[in-house]
């Protein structure tokens, strides 16, 4: 009996988006059980794919996840063949590689020293990228699963002004300014019970993160209002000060009194006039500004660059690589633009004007490691152009913690403020239990006690 398959049928379409690129016309999955096989029929853009492979043995979580596996790898090697190229990271369409890579050793798969031949042959990854899961994985110091270990993260939905390529629920200051105190009255209101829930579970906070949006839009006196509030024995304290613009001395002098150790200042280009295509408010001379008051308080920087901005050349994109290394900061990551719905980019993908993404931003990535600097985080989007990937970069040892337990699901976190999702992570469970808070401001306001509540529940046991 034929049934249409609704077991995998995300991940599929996600491997022939990948292929195909966004839009999606027809698409018909079937699936059908012959003895110990499993028969699958795909019917997408007129064309018809065909296979079978022999169903796994084992417990039912185990089973489903290699059914999977298999019932993409065999798909993605329908459609190289079909089409006659390969993708970077083959039949995998998840957001992690790195987790699937340790995930591979735990369950005795592999071991780390084959790791690249594992990923290659079981998702058809290319040299290149199991190579880079491998140095990665390598690089992951620090994670430590121990339930009583959380994370403090703090969500700031506001910017200077939108830019083009993003997606995130952020509002421009402009229109929510007279919010913002309100916003900070919840905020702290959040942040006080989230203290004595701490207390109450005997929680130890690792690291802490302000992010957004852009933090950094808030004057001198409204940051010290908030990081007043967040007095945790830390070992790790950043701020992310996106936006160079928003950077002064006295917003530095702040962060510095409350300890914090770490800000991002994300240029993302160096090219005055892809700033101006983007939407960004910013000049070269703001991140050079903002980099040198920086590093002169002591600060380490975190510093963002994306591929594949409009009208960019490869030329333009490797200057600006070599202008963030010039300035030779302490973590560097290489983003691939992802044109995501919601986005004032998204439907626009003719004006990204090369081709060979993969090329240029595994030149990117070689040359950073070259520099000096290691991987040690990665995390791949939706509609990421080439269906490649984001990574992160330090030097000198200096990892930013935060982003390895966030992007590795490895560490609770208690997050606050609106659009934040908070994350209880059960290790010896393998398990992780989510909630998030509104996303807007104005009903993150009005439904404040709802989302304290919440959170007390997800942490009550």
Known sequence: MIKTNTEFEKEMTDLLLMFYGHQIEEDVFHV?????????KIQFKGKIFEFSFDLPKGDELRKKSLRKRRA????????????????????????????????AIENGETKEHLMTEFLQKEYAFSNEKALLVAKTIKNQRGIIKNDNLIDFYVNIPICPSRCHYCSFISNEFEQVKNLVEPYLDCLIKEIRQMRELIAERSLIVRNVYVGGGTPSVLDENQLDRLLNELKFSATEFTVECGRPETITEEKLDVLVKHHVDRICI???TFSTAT?????????????????????????????DMIVGLP?????????????????????????????KRGSLLFGNFKQIEFKDFNKLLSFCENKLMNSGYKPYYIYRQKYQIGA???????????????????????????????????????????????????KFIKDYIERIDEMIEKKKILFKN
């Not at 059908?32 to 699958?40: F, R």
């Not at 960004?280 to 008051?293: E, G, M, P, Q, S």
Request: charged share 25%.
């Open 32 to 40: 059908e059980n012959i003895e110990d096989k499993l028969y699958e």
């Open 72 to 103: 993409l790898f065999s798909l993605y090697s329908a459609l190289e063949q079909t089409e006659n190229r390969s993708l970077p990271w083959g039949s995998f369409t998840g957001i992690r590689p790195t987790a699937l890579a340790r995930s």
């Open 266 to 268: 994300n240029p993302q």
């Open 275 to 303: 700033l101006k295509r983007i939407g960004r408010k910013h000049t070269v001379a703001d991140v050079l500004n903002a980099y040198t008051i920086a590093i002169e308080r002591g600060l380490k920087v975190n510093m």
């Open 311 to 339: 009208g960019e050349s490869p030329q333009t994109i490797k200057k600006s690589l070599q202008s963030v290394l010039d300035l030779f900061p302490n973590n560097i990551t290489i983003h691939t633009l992802s044109l």
């Open 388 to 438: 490649l990937e984001n990574v992160g970069f330090f030097r000198d040892n200096d990892i930013c913690q935060f982003n390895i337990d966030s992007m590795e699901d490895t560490s609770s976190v208690i997050a606050v403020g609106a659009g934040a999702i908070t994350k209880r992570v059960f290790n010896y469970e393998n398990k992780i239990e989510r909630h998030a808070n509104v």
